[in-house]
């Protein structure tokens, strides 16, 4: 079908408002969006030996997520935009169970998690600002032991529109779209010091009905590598990958750039990577601190993540 070509400034705009479910960067897709929150997961994306786990095992998970961005690019045009300025902060709790339930061989459970967040989205003079609950997101799991040193996990993540949303205002708390993810993880140790975890997803979103616009697939993996320095602290890399595979659309045609023969769907890409560190205490629990520098950034802004995370894991 013949492409929606959109004024340049609006997609301009459209590209720098801020509202995901876990803090993700701005994107290519509606109002430069997504329910992704690339660099989430790092170090022991699953827990290691899950036969011998508790029967009703929970984790309460701290997240805090740091998003800035002075750069945005916009590949069909050939450069960068300047005078932009994104800000995004986010505190997310996040509550893991796993049951004694057996599944295709593996150990059923799920998790749920809802942001609180600040959005703050600067351009051309303007600014706009916004700080309240985000996007909810809840997930049926099955993890499988592979040994005491591999596990595998899959699972389906949704992402319900609970937050604030105005389709007049750049930066928003929701996305006011439904998004389900199919997502599998793994978590190996091939030795007593080292550590490997990756987790990828791929991401469909539903329209939204507010103003008729769906925004493209999205695939996306994490991943992290840690050594062992002590027995409680671990040093190593952490980053993560997105690339969009679809399209976006809007009134069920391809949204493009007003005036330019590229019809590229404003379709976006980043990898990022960087140091991270591991610290256990009380024996199970653990905290963790990532920063990741964003690179071969296309049709989106181009900063740094920060993620910080408590684990708590308990039994009832």
Known sequence: ???????????????????????????????????????????????????????????????????????????SLGGKVPDVKITSDALIPRLDYLSPLRVFGGRVGGYVAQPYMRQQVAMFGMQSERESQGDTTVAPVILWDMGKDLTLGAALEI????????????????NNFYTYKPMLSATWQPDDRTELSIKTTYSFNE???????????????????????TDNLRLGLNGYYVKQTTDDEQFGRTVTFMGEDVDDGVRGQVFAIGP?????????????MRWAKEFAVENRPEGE????????????
């Not at 991270?276 to 963790?288: G, N, R, W």
């Open 1 to 75: 079908m013949k492409p929606i070509r959109v004024p340049r400034l609006s997609v301009l705009a459209a590209s720098l408002a801020m509202a995901t479910s876990l803090s993700s960067p701005a994107q290519a897709t509606e109002n430069g969006v997504d329910n992704i929150g690339p660099g989430t997961d790092g170090f022991f994306v699953l827990p290691l030996d899950v036969t011998n786990l508790p029967d009703h095992m929970f984790a309460f998970n701290l997240y805090y997520n740091h998003y800035e961005s002075k750069k945005l690019d916009i590949s």
């Open 159 to 174: 992402t319900i529109p609970t937050g604030s949303y105005d389709a007049a205002r750049p930066a928003n708390t929701s």
């Open 207 to 229: 329209e939204n009905h507010d103003t008729d616009y769906r925004s493209g697939q999205l695939f996306h993996f994490d991943y992290s590598a840690s050594y062992r320095v």
């Open 276 to 288: 991270a560190v591991h610290l256990t205490f009380l024996k199970y629990a653990s905290v963790e």
């Open 305 to 316: 993540m920060f993620w910080a995370k408590l684990n708590l894991p308990f039994t009832l």
